[in-house]
């Protein structure tokens, strides 16, 4: 067992863990978080997809040791109390979600794409979410509340 | 005046959960359970000789460990045939653990609880399971052969043949002015829904009572499934679907052994467990679709009108056949499509391979059999030189001619009629949204930039909406809280949300009242599965009548309570009132607490139904003769015949002459499924299926070695299309309500991928002016038939010969 200290959504824990526990099973078995979902085990899906230190990381692919010090954000974390995220406001209003399990992680990377390019044109945006797979909604209108969640995200200036 | 919510696209119901992470998948359920994970085959055709479980008996956390010789009762049986059907004379299905023999890499061999998933991996490394390997049986060519048996009751590896035929088609082609064959081939593809399969089983001892979550498309399947399996009566079993992600027809497969196992086990051990599938599971022991050869005989006329039409096809249905022939049966029937040929005759033979089973994935043999007419459509265009969408309309069906009966049995056992359905409206709209009519300007245009192009279509109809019936129950409480089940589950359908239109219009409430249960057996005990396009059509009427049995009671109630006639009355945001005297009022809430006469006082609205709250008709009872108590209704919807959707595609294709790189310009979508609910949740089923489409066009199948093993059993391997390859869609509608149903509508599930194979087919022909006989086709295929029609081993098409000689 390693100790370890890691901030999540805003909250210090410090636990002991196994050294090979993913951090997708710590937060989901450990901390309970299980918004967050696991789609594939080899890092393709992105359905696990969480913010390490405000960047996107697919938390299938590094064990939780890793994050000992790290600030981590999931999707439990994005809303500002009751109110949504513009991202997650954004894929309500679009319809970009059917089943809503790659939501969580298409939304977390939709957020750091924007971060990393506040005005995405719609190529840049179907090239930001590449690594992040979905099976309902051929991304169409993922792609478009991606872009409405920019514009929401720059305070209305898409 | 309320607004009319049926037809609004409305954001949906349970968006704000699910964008937070607050959905509840099966993983996300039953924490502390124990876990469960299984040793499967690592080949594709063996027989067991040893098991050696001893090394995993110490593995700390280890809770049980059992295999075939464990399990009793009706579990040790095989597992049930679930469509039995006279031509599938050979049906063989397979056992929840491999007693003697396993058939396809990936059969469950041992199973193994722990404390949890790690652990219980562990275990599974630790068990030794020695095999004798025999010859595996790969593809529909090796199953043809029969060289080698999968099953020894299967001779020549036949599942099921089954022939129908209306009129004498063989003598239709003979007789036909011209003639043409084909020969083709479809790869397999799979639902590959992004949450796998799992279940969790939670034994109740003190009440003998079991629930079971799955991640499933039918509860009451898993529920009547497991209870005959372990023995239990009905009442003593429950079965719920949480939210699932995704199911696209892997999970209206069942019982899987899994399903029947986790029960079993957490009875034994009177403990919660719980297994989900992981993807590499997914890939190699759910179920896979698509895998077709197929010969087609075709006689037409001048105007390229079918004449006769004579298919034979040889499905592989993998190992075992569970879910019997429901996708050969309507690949031979929905192939016809929007057209009326003159004869037709076609043959199938579904065969057994060691591999994984074949069951219905979204479109369910439709992509197959559209695939199939709709490259003889452009065969039989190419051969007379005709524009291919001319070709197309001298077949169609008209208007005028609906209800259309082809003369066959479809999938449900009953006539092939379709109802309704304008294909030369369809095809107008189709030609003017991609630009038909200008294509040779867009492709001369294109060529003088050096680049090649190519146009594609598709149409397609789809039987949807198939019974045997679903059902609705509507209850109003006295909050005025309305409460909606039906029975069959939500996989990203947005029942929550369309459901709640409908019985917010048909009651008058407002829609936020409104709450939706679907897949839940506590709640709504019959009920079928959402499989087939079916949910809005058949559970979707259903609730339909039911918030009319509920208007009905109120109204009864209230003009009682307000001593007026019951013409009098409107419902409106959930008040009864009478028209043109809004003064003169009741809420549905309280005409709920009158519905419910009480001898005890819960809360201040329920003193108003109290023995002593005021005076009564004593001639008559508290509750009358033929009410019941509560404002609420049941009512079933059971069609007599399935409804048909149609739809047209488009597509512009680039293919990059040197690489053979393939790209999709632009994807235009005709859609015509009746009456909508919601057009934003449709548009969205039809956004979703092209992208299935194109991923089973372009980049996905399954990849299996002679020896059987599966080489791309994960995402890394498995192309599944990201954003950066499906392409934007344009969509337009008609809207041909169904005669066959009050609200006129029909199903739309699975329409956006059934004609995408067939669309892209014809595109990349029309680019490279060369047949296309196979899908998918990756770069590398394209590559090769560039060099085989190169060097004169492929034929020309006639047009491509022409507009460069």
């Not at chain 2, 110490?58 to 464990?70: F, L, P, Q």
């Not at chain 2, 009177?270 to 890939?283: A, G, L, P, S, Y």
């Not at chain 2, 499989?531 to 918030?547: D, E, H, I, P, Q």
């Not at chain 2, 208007?551 to 013409?567: C, M």
Request: contains cysteine; hydrophobic residues 40%.
């Amino acid at each position: 067992m390693t100790r370890i200290t890691v901030t999540v959504d805003g909250t210090r824990y410090t636990d002991d863990v196994e050294p090979r526990t993913l951090l997708v099973q710590y937060l989901r078995d450990r901390l309970g978080k299980v918004g967050t979902v696991v789609g594939c085990d080899t890092g393709n899906c992105g359905a696990c997809t969480v913010h390490l230190d405000g960047r996107s990381v697919k938390s299938c692919q590094l064990l939780a040791v890793q994050t000992d010090g790290h600030e981590v954000t999931t999707i439990e974390g994005l809303a500002n109390g009751a109110t949504l995220h513009p991202m997650q406001e954004a894929f309500r209003d679009c319809h970009a979600l059917q089943c809503g399990f790659c939501t969580p992680g298409m939304i977390m990377q939709a957020v750091d794409l924007v971060t990393e390019n506040p005005h995405p044109t719609e190529a840049e945006v179907r090239e930001g979410l590449e690594g992040n797979l979905c099976r309902c909604t051929g991304y169409h209108n993922i792609v478009k509340a991606v872009q409405q969640g920019a514009g929401a995200m720059s305070g209305g200036q898409s | 005046m309320t607004t009319k919510l049926f037809g609004a696209p409305i954001t949906r119901r349970e968006d704000p959960r699910l964008v937070s992470g607050n959905g509840k998948y099966l993983d996300d359920l039953g924490a502390g359970a124990l876990a469960a994970a299984f040793v499967r085959s690592p080949y594709a055709h063996a027989r067991i000789v040893d098991i050696d479980v001893s090394g995993a008996l110490d593995v700390e956390g280890v809770v049980a460990i059992y295999t075939h010789e464990d399990l009793d009762g009706a579990v040790a049986d095989r597992l049930p045939l679930l469509i039995p059907h006279p031509a599938l004379t050979a049906p063989m299905v397979a056992y929840p653990l491999a007693p003697t023999h396993v058939k396809h890499v990936g059969e469950p061999v041992v199973m193994v609880v722990a404390a949890d998933r790690y652990v219980a991996e562990d275990a599974c490394g630790r068990i030794r399971v020695d095999y004798e390997q025999l010859p595996p049986v790969v593809g529909v060519e090796a199953a043809r052969a029969a060289t080698h048996l999968v099953h020894e009751e299967a001779p020549g590896n036949v599942a099921a043949h089954l022939v129908q035929e209306v009129g004498d088609a063989r003598a239709a082609v003979a007789a036909a002015p011209h003639r043409l064959e084909l020969d083709l081939f479809i790869d397999r593809s799979a639902s590959m829904p992004m949450e796998g399969k799992g279940v969790l089983a939670q034994w109740n001892a003190d009440d003998q009572m079991m629930r079971i979550y799955s991640s499933t498309q039918t509860a009451t399947g898993v529920r009547a499934s497991v209870a005959a399996k372990l023995g239990l009566p009905l009442a003593k079993v429950e079965c719920i679907a949480p939210d699932i992600g995704g199911g696209f027809g892997a999970k209206i497969m069942h019982p899987w052994a899994e399903e029947v196992l986790v029960p079993w086990a957490a009875r034994r051990l009177n403990r919660d467990v719980k297994w989900v599938e992981d993807r590499r599971e997914h890939f190699i022991s759910s179920t896979h679709e698509r895998s077709q050869v197929q010969h087609v005989e075709v006689g037409f006329d001048d105007d390229g009108r079918v004449l006769g039409l004579d298919v034979t096809f040889w499905h592989d249905n993998g190992a075992y056949t569970p879910y019997g022939i429901i996708v050969p049966i309507i690949t031979s029937t929905q192939l016809l499509g929007p057209y009326k040929p003159g004869a037709y005759r076609v043959e199938f033979f579904s065969l057994y391979t060691t591999t994984v089973i074949v069951t219905p994935y979204r479109g369910a043999g439709r992509p197959q059999g559209v695939y199939a007419m709709e490259r003889t459509m452009d065969a039989i265009a190419d051969y007379l030189g005709k524009d291919r969408a001319d070709v197309r309309s001298a077949n169609f069906i008209l208007p005028e001619e609906m209800p259309y009966d082809h003369g066959l049995l479809f999938q449900d056992g009953r006539p092939y009629k379709y109802d309704s359905g304008d294909f030369p409206g369809s095809l107008a709209k189709l030609k003017a949204l991609v630009g038909w009519d200008e294509w040779a300007d867009y492709r001369a245009a294109a060529e003088a930039e050096g680049r090649r192009v190519g146009l594609g279509i598709g149409c397609y109809v789809e039987g949807t909406g198939v019974g045997p019936y679903e059902g609705g129950h509507v209850q109003v409480e006295t909050s005025g809280r309305v409460n909606v089940a039906t029975g069959l589950t939500t996989q990203g359908q947005g029942h929550q949300t369309a459901f709640a239109q409908i019985v917010a219009d048909e009651l008058g409430v407002p829609i936020d009242d409104v709450y939706v249960t679907t897949g839940d057996t506590r709640k709504m005990a019959y009920a079928v599965g959402t499989f087939a396009s079916r949910a809005a059509v058949v559970s979707g009427n259903a609730v339909a009548l039911a918030a009319r049995a509920v208007r009905a009671k109120a109204l009864r109630l209230a003009a009682n309570a307000l001593e007026v006639d019951e013409a009098d009355l409107e419902i409106v945001d959930g008040i009864v009132r009478v028209v043109g005297s809004p003064e003169s009022a009741i809420p549905l809430g309280t005409l709920s607490v009158l519905s419910n006469p009480l001898r005890y006082a819960f809360d201040e609205a329920a003193k108003a139904a109290t023995q002593f709250a005021g005076a009564a008709d004593f001639s008559k009872p508290p509750v009358a003769d033929d009410e019941e108590p509560g404002l609420e209704g049941r009512d079933f919807f059971s069609p007599t015949q399935s409804t048909f959707a149609n739809g047209m595609h488009a597509a512009i294709v680039e293919t990059d002459p040197v690489t053979a790189e393939i790209t999709i310009l632009r994807y235009c979508v005709i859609h015509d499924c009746g009456n909508l609910i919601n057009p934003m949740i449709v548009e969205g089923q039809v956004h979703g299926g092209v992208g299935q489409g194109v991923g089973g066009a372009l980049y996905e199948r399954m990849v299996y070695d002679d020896a059987g093993q599966l080489l791309n059993a994960s995402f890394m391997d498995f192309l599944m299309p990201y954003a950066s390859e499906v392409p934007h869609v344009e969509t337009d509608h008609l809207m041909t309500p169904s005669p066959l149903n009050p609200l006129g509508v029909k199903g739309a599930g699975e329409a956006g991928c059934i004609p995408v194979t067939a669309v892209i087919a014809s595109a990349i022909e029309d680019a490279e002016g060369f047949p296309i006989r196979s899908m998918p086709i990756s770069p590398v295929e394209l590559w090769e038939l560039r060099r085989r029609h190169a060097a004169g081993e492929l034929p020309s098409l006639r047009r491509h010969t022409a507009a460069t000689s």
